[in-house]
């Protein structure tokens, strides 16, 4: 039978090498390796080197490829690329099954990881939770965070934590995940927190000042907040994706941290007060301002959305093929492109390219969710004892809306001037700026400072592509219905165009109200649909500040025209 079998066409050969793996998407690449042991003969015409056809054929049918080709708008990768990294990623997912750690491969398999799953369309994240992703990184945690930790680097930090945050879930209905968050010990879950407190509250020595800009120039705005991001230009690497070589930096470990740290805090719910009114129609005959018991339980519902909680429930139902095989309506990996660019940058391409602006539009709709304030911002008893080595937990956690507007800059007008350093610049913005419904915001003493209110889903000729603008001014309010039950504040600030940090200044917004403070709050963008970050407290001696970290997530879906970009 050998004999005849070797006399096949090297084409005919490949298809029946394919259809040996193809009927089980999710496992190794066993049944090619046995077919290539039967004999030398076999071995060189189907080996990876002869055939690498095979295997980019075999890579196509498992793994994502369509994120890539969007972003890097390039031609498809060579048989022989897709090949070599299909080699690559078999490796990293079989270390995966086995949870086999070694400390040589921790960061290039970390690495590896989570660039599939910021090109996941579904088949990466598949592949990854098939191979039990979400413990394994669960593990290596344990390595990674607290006194105990062996492995003691932040690259490895920021990108377990950054993972951790893509492929763990609320949710018990999504397959092949064996450990939710809401079923981790209640004791894991607290000791993973208080691991990460020192990242979240800048007590690490990670916590750098980073530059505002790709090219290490700060941008116009207020101050930036000590800790607000993390220095990522401190670990740039140069790597190949696929064919083309990119600048790697390191995901920020504050942010990731934030993000993960709201989603095991959402894990317990909070405890609703039982003095309050059942509703506001109850509450409006006594007078009663402030929250309901119905405005509690609103807010507790509302939890961070974690990646692995959105699409993936559904998606895991259908056959694998059919996943495969068809073309998505909405990219899933489109709300992964911020995030990406962020961290990879090709060479040969100048800094300010317009990937670099697609954060533009994102915040533009209604956000709501969740702040916690620092035990740190209050006073401790002289005579009150306490461990140095454990932080204290945050003090509290409160709601937080807001209905956020972009208004654009574009050439020939010339943004608005910075700010000195502690400056406000919303203080700045209410000297300057008027609001114009029609024409959006313009300056009251010249012309050349001239913005455009973005709208998501203009089609007029008039249309300009977001991504060539200049600068970017958010305004905002607290909703109408909201105003009376968490208080009302209007909101002004600006995006860094380099990297998309937003920074908000959030002020009472009827007079008689300046008790509440203003408040500055500093984030990123995570998955076009959370915003994490820190805020403080402004105008007041470091001493006497408030501060903190805040989760918000968008309530009405991300603009249409992303999928365009």
Excluded at 339 to 348: D, K, M, N, S, T
Excluded at 438 to 450: F, I, L, N, Q, Y
Excluded at 507 to 533: A, L, M, Q
Aim: glycine share 6%.
């Amino acid at each position: 039978m050998l004999p005849h079998l070797e006399s096949i066409p090297v084409d005919v050969l490949s298809q029946i090498a394919f259809f040996t793996v193809a009927s089980a998407p999710l496992t190794g690449l066993g049944a090619i390796l046995q077919l290539l042991l039967c004999s030398r003969n076999l071995h060189d015409a189907l080996s990876l080197k002869s055939c690498p056809q095979l295997y980019a054929r075999v890579f196509r049918s498992r793994f994502d490829l369509v994120a890539h080709l969007r972003r890097s708008r390039l031609p498809s990768p060579t048989t022989t690329n897709l090949a070599l990294e299909l080699q690559r990623r078999c490796a990293v997912l079989r270390r995966i099954r086995h949870c086999h750690v070694a400390d040589h491969s921790i960061l290039p398999d970390l690495w590896t990881i989570y660039l599939m799953l910021l090109e996941s369309d579904g088949m990466n994240e598949s592949q990854l939770h098939s191979a039990g992703i979400a413990q394994y990184i669960r593990m290596l945690l344990k390595r990674c965070l607290g006194r105990q930790g062996a492995l003691r680097d932040d690259t490895a930090r920021a990108l377990a934590i950054s993972v951790a945050c893509l492929v763990w879930s609320h949710s018990e209905a999504i397959a092949h995940l064996s450990k939710f968050i809401t079923d981790m010990p209640p004791e894991e879950r607290s000791q993973t927190l208080s691991e990460l407190r020192p990242f979240v509250t800048g007590s690490s020595n990670v916590m750098k000042r980073c530059p505002s800009s790709l090219d290490g120039s700060y941008s116009r705005g207020p101050e930036i907040m000590p800790g607000a991001c993390v220095g990522n230009n401190y670990r740039a690497l140069v790597s190949s994706i696929y064919t083309r070589e990119y600048t790697l930096t390191t995901p920020s470990l504050l942010s990731a941290s934030i993000f993960l740290t709201f989603a095991l805090k959402e894990a317990i719910a909070l405890q609703v007060p039982k003095h309050l009114p059942q509703t506001q129609v109850v509450a409006r005959p006594t007078e009663h301002d402030g929250p309901t018991i119905e405005d509690f339980f609103a807010i507790t519902r509302r939890r961070t959305p974690l990646v692995a909680d959105s699409g993936h429930q559904s998606s895991s139902r259908e056959p694998f093929a059919d996943r495969a095989g068809r073309k998505m309506r909405a990219s899933r990996s489109l709300a992964h492109d911020e995030e990406f660019y962020r961290v990879a940058h090709r060479l040969g391409l100048p800094d300010d390219t317009w990937e670099l602006r697609s954060c533009i539009g994102l915040l533009s709709g209604t956000w709501e969710g969740t702040y916690m304030t620092s035990p740190t911002s209050f006073c401790r008893c002289p005579s009150q004892k306490s461990d140095p080595t454990v932080l204290p937990d945050f003090v509290s956690r409160h709601p937080i809306q807001c209905r956020l507007e972009e208004h654009l800059c574009f050439t020939p007008c010339i943004p608005l001037p910075s700010v000195p350093q502690n400056g406000d610049f919303g203080e700045s913005a209410f000297k300057h700026l008027f609001m114009n419904d029609c024409e959006g915001v313009t300056v009251r003493s010249s012309s050349k400072h001239r913005y455009e209110l973005f709208r998501p889903t203009d089609s007029s000729e008039n249309y300009r592509d977001p991504r060539h603008a200049l600068d970017v001014v958010i305004t905002g309010e607290t909703p109408r219905r909201l105003e009376a039950t968490w208080g009302a504040f209007i909101f002004f600030g600006r995006i860094r165009l380099s990297d998309g940090l937003v920074t908000l200044t959030r002020k009472p917004k009827y007079s008689g109200d300046e008790g509440r403070g203003t408040w500055i709050f500093e984030g990123y963008i995570h998955n076009r649909r959370s915003f994490v970050g820190r805020w403080r407290s402004f105008g007041v001696s470091e001493r006497e500040s408030l501060r903190g970290i805040f989760s918000l997530t968008k309530v009405d879906d991300p603009p249409s025209h992303y999928c365009r970009l």
